[in-house]
């Protein structure tokens, strides 16, 4: 009896020390198990919002609950072409770890059915200056604002247009590099923001430019977008793929150019020295009673050029001293003096004020817009004069052709036999020097014709 109990007891106690063992066995697969799903658990994840900034006859701040997933259209906001949309990211459980650094990928597009729509990356302030991206989110410290690259891949139409600067915030954390992607699909841009984090929570905020017709030309800007929407998304975070993280901006969310917008230069013609030129423009909306188109507009001219009216749809120098105010639909130039002879033309460029419910626009033509300066050159013929020497080389009579017997007087003394020989083979000769026209110029009958109904009043 005494040697089976002690049989027994050895026995137990081999049992309790390997059902310990076993138990600390499932334990520790237990937490092997679980270490995923806690890890899952603890990934980190990101949101990105959009400002919707209200329509334009009832603005909203952005703040709180105008940061919305949803689109961007006109029944909850009003943009520009040339505004910035804000966005924001909102990154949570990340790492806090010292040296531990972040990235995230975020993509935008460049093109939407062939028309420029986000050109480039801006400062979420640029065009709301008072959005504010954490008032709703508690417990954040601001960071820095890491300047925005110029993106070498942006070729405008317009030589005179440049990137704006601008940079990308950051709250509960460093930014330390900006960079463009490499191998972008064709109509979008990438670019990977580089940063460490002193808190689990993040928020990233920076604005999407809006192209205009100022920098892209007419019918190449997002208002010319018909109705397909194009978005800003995000990527990767830490290298892991968010899914569909982005948002849109339909075409009805951006405020048209004036339908109409009309110049008109006061002369077709002057001579150097002579009378002032001035543009009138005027601009308006569509339909029965359309908004009025209120700001100003800025005027430039552009020449002189020798040959033909130069096409100003670009550069120029600026008339007058600055932007006009718009009344009535209307704004009319400072009165331009012309500096040589030659072929001019106008732009007028708008810009609106902060009621009006339209984009920046500009127009320009190589008629209405046009005029041409003569030189000042008295020539006295054998046939009768005074006549001025145009910029074409023609000739224009100074005095009025106002009796019909002289155009036959002129006619008798030569000058329509003259005409059917090259003017160029013989001299002119004029008060105190010789004037020698060229050689491709012929004086004929309807040269003359000519000159008497253009002749100066």
Request: proline content about 6%; hydrophobic content about 35%.
């Amino acid at each position: 009896m005494k040697e089976l109990s002690v049989g027994t007891t050895i026995a137990r106690a081999c049992a309790d020390r390997v059902g310990r063992m076993l138990a600390a066995t499932f334990f520790l697969l237990a937490i092997v198990m679980a270490a995923p799903m806690l890890a899952r658990a603890a990934n980190p994840a990101a949101n990105i919002d959009q400002c919707r900034n209200g329509q334009i006859t009832a603005p909203v701040q952005c703040i709180d609950n105008a940061w919305q997933n949803g689109n961007l259209g006109s029944e909850n906001s009003h943009y520009r072409e040339g505004d910035s949309v804000p966005f924001r990211a909102v990154l949570t459980n990340l790492d806090t770890s010292a040296g531990n650094t972040h990235t995230l990928v975020i993509q935008y597009d460049t093109l939407q059915s062939g028309k420029h729509a986000y050109d480039y990356l801006t400062s979420f302030n640029a065009t709301e200056t008072n959005a504010d991206p954490v008032h709703d989110i508690s417990g954040t410290t601001t960071g820095n604002c890491y300047p925005i690259p110029v993106d070498l891949t942006i070729v405008f139409a317009n030589p005179g247009s440049s990137q704006e600067p601008g940079c990308i915030q950051i709250y509960n954390g460093t930014i330390t590099s900006l960079a463009y992607g490499t191998a972008d699909a064709s109509g979008q841009r990438s670019v990977t923001v580089t940063f460490t984090a002193t808190d689990s929570t993040v928020v990233i905020a920076w604005g999407g430019h809006i192209a205009s017709q100022i920098d892209w030309g007419a019918g190449n800007s997002a208002s010319a977008i018909s109705g397909s929407p194009y978005h800003m998304r995000l990527l990767t975070l830490d290298d892991t793929q968010l899914g569909n993280q982005d948002r849109s901006l339909k075409a009805s969310g951006i405020l048209p150019i004036p339908t109409v917008f009309t110049t008109q230069a006061s002369l077709g013609q002057t001579t150097l020295g002579g009378l002032s030129v001035t543009d009138t423009a005027t601009l308006s909306g569509s339909g029965a009673s359309p908004p009025p188109v209120t700001g100003t507009v800025k005027f430039f001219v552009c020449g002189p050029d020798l040959v033909s009216n130069p096409d100003c749809t670009f550069g120029g120098v600026q008339v007058g001293p600055g932007p006009v105010t718009i009344s009535g639909g209307h704004a009319t130039s400072a009165a331009f003096t012309p500096p040589a002879i030659g072929h001019y033309c106008f732009r007028a460029e708008y810009t609106p004020d902060q009621f009006a419910p339209y984009s920046p626009s500009n127009h320009t033509d190589t008629t209405l817009e046009c005029f041409s300066v003569n030189a000042q050159t008295a020539l006295n013929t054998d046939a009768g004069g005074p006549y001025t020497i145009g910029v074409d080389g023609t000739f224009r009579r100074h005095q009025r052709c106002n009796r019909h017997d002289q155009l036959h007087a002129l006619r008798r003394r030569g000058l329509h036999a003259f005409g059917r020989h090259r003017v160029g083979d013989s001299r002119w000769r004029r008060r105190r020097s010789v004037h020698v026209l060229p050689a491709d110029r012929r004086l004929g009958d309807r040269h003359l014709s000519l000159d008497c109904q253009l002749c100066e009043r």
